[in-house]
């Protein structure tokens, strides 16, 4: 617990030991939620930056095909790609029988 106290806190040794260990523990949560504040901060930074990027990127003239933003300036905290499921024939007469059914006395 002095390691916290002493480095992430900034107390001094004589601090550390006129506070009551609840005390030290609610400055420890005040300075992680700190923490979270400044890094969410910084997330949306490098978002904006990547936006305003992508942005020149796009309307500059280029031979070939474009990329999608999240491969042209991967952050580190991007969401893995999920697999994009195509619908098949089956799965669209199943959803026109589906809505037909649903407004079928609607006029």
């Known amino acids: 617990m002095q390691k916290q ?3 992430f806190l900034g ?3 004589f601090e550390f030991y ?3 260990p609840k005390d030290i523990f609610t400055m420890y949560e005040g300075f992680e939620l700190r923490r979270k504040y400044e890094e969410s901060q910084h997330i949306q930074t490098l978002s904006l930056l990547r936006l ?4 020149t990127y796009c309307v500059t003239p280029k031979k ?4 999608a933003i999240d491969v042209f300036y991967p ?3 991007d969401k893995e790609k999920k697999e994009i499921k195509l619908m098949t024939k089956e799965d669209l007469l199943t959803l ?3 809505y037909k059914r649903i ?3 609607v006029k």
């Open 5 to 7: 106290a002493y480095g």
């Open 11 to 13: 107390l001094k040794p």
């Open 18 to 20: 006129e506070l009551e």
């Open 52 to 55: 305003c990027a992508y942005t």
């Open 64 to 67: 070939g095909k474009s990329v």
């Open 75 to 77: 952050l580190p905290f």
């Open 96 to 98: 026109d029988k589906k």
């Open 103 to 105: 407004f079928e006395g």
